[in-house]
């Protein structure tokens, strides 16, 4: 099963994010941006590859944006939606 996210960040704020987006699913993942591996993992469930894209620029405020596809193999419907909730949760950040 695989999902998108366009997310506000750069490859680096992402790879300090995961170890608490993915909890115990952390070790089983592997991260690569842009063509090069940043984690690696044997036989991982959860699969990301990302893509750089130019900045979301608001007046004077500019955003980066890394679009991101997450790709889930052996995971039960019902863990794969209990995980992106959580990864929805840790990597939205917000203002106020």
């Known amino acids: 099963m695989q999902f998108?996210?366009?997310?506000?960040?750069?490859?680096?704020?992402l790879q300090r994010w995961l170890p608490d987006a993915l909890g115990s699913y952390?070790?089983?993942c592997?991260?690569?941006?842009?063509?090069i591996t940043m984690i690696h993992a044997e036989n991982p469930?959860?699969?990301?590859?990302?893509?750089t894209k130019n900045d979301r620029q608001?007046?004077?405020l500019r955003i980066p944006?890394?679009?991101l596809q997450l790709k889930f193999t052996d995971l039960a419907d019902h863990q794969i939606q209990?995980?992106?909730e959580r990864?929805?949760?840790?990597t939205r950040r917000g203002g106020g």
């Open 87 to 90: 990864f929805d949760l840790y």
């Open 30 to 35: 592997s991260l690569e941006i842009d063509g």
């Open 58 to 60: 608001i007046a004077l």
């Open 45 to 51: 469930l959860i699969q990301m590859v990302g893509f």
């Open 65 to 67: 944006q890394l679009q």
């Open 26 to 28: 952390y070790p089983r």
């Open 4 to 13: 998108e996210r366009l997310m506000g960040c750069t490859a680096h704020d």
């Open 82 to 84: 209990a995980l992106l």
